[in-house]
């Protein structure tokens, strides 16, 4: 009998996004191959930002590099009140969040979200322009390796003094490998990168997580050190 398309093995992201061609994320955004998208903000950021009883910044400026769809960035938009930048490289993934970003503020002027079509690693705001809060939500996983300590630098050089760093620590799995969705992480990976110029001020399995993030993510909070 012939193979039916529901005996096919489904794409992951790994099998599509390659660490030497960034157009490979377009790629993934065309065929739909996008697990990462919850369609909704994390409950992980979600509880960072309203019950974590952190002092986090209510005005200026935030950030989400590799912001998908923009779900997160809107409800950081909406939630704190910071004017949220969103970095992106994918068109298709900007011009969904670009619509989203439209919706939010159709619905709530007082929103401040916007997004750009830019590299991370390449991103170099003066020093004025430094961010209040930075999150991060399988951007860590979404980048190659070899580039994992260039992340730590920019984190440091972005987050302003005092500022936040948020990151979802996901997907954690044991044992680690380095095989996708697009590349395994351990919470020790962000360790090394973040202790020389950020304090951790909370570090925990959130109380609640979305289906696909269940036992295998911790949400931890860095502060810059001035
Ligand atoms: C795994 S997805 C996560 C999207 C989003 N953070 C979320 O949780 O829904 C990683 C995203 O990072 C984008 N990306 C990859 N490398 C990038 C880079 N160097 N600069 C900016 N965005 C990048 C990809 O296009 C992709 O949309």
Not at 62 to 84: E, F, H, K, N, R
Not at 205 to 222: A, G, I, N, Y
């Amino acid at each position: 009998m012939a193979a039916q398309p529901q005996d096919q093995p489904q794409l992951q992201p790994k099998d599509i996004v390659k660490p030497d061609d960034q157009s490979t994320w377009e790629t993934a955004w065309q065929k739909g191959v996008t697990p990462w998208d919850a369609g909704d903000a994390q409950p992980s950021l979600k509880e960072a930002v309203k019950s974590s009883g952190l002092d986090l910044p209510s005005s200026g400026r935030a950030l989400v590099p590799g912001c998908g769809s923009g779900y997160d960035l809107i409800y950081i938009a909406q939630a704190t009140g910071l004017s949220c930048l969103g970095l992106e490289i994918a068109e298709t993934a900007i011009k969904k969040a670009s619509q989203l970003i439209d919706e939010a503020k159709a619905k709530n002027s007082n929103i401040f979200a916007s997004i750009s079509n830019q590299d991370f690693f390449t991103f170099n705001p003066s020093e004025s322009e430094r961010f209040d809060l930075v999150y991060d939500h399988t951007f860590f996983c979404a980048i190659p390796p070899p580039t994992r300590k260039t992340w730590g630098t920019q984190m440091a050089a972005l987050v302003k003094p005092g500022g936040h760093l948020i990151v979802i620590v996901y997907p954690i799995f044991s044992p680690y490998t380095p095989e996708g969705p697009p590349y395994y992480i351990r919470p020790e990976h962000y360790e090394e990168l973040l202790a020389p110029n950020f304090e951790k001020i909370l570090d925990k399995v959130p109380e609640v997580s979305s289906p696909s993030h269940v036992d295998k993510e911790r949400l931890v909070v860095w502060k810059r050190r001035v």
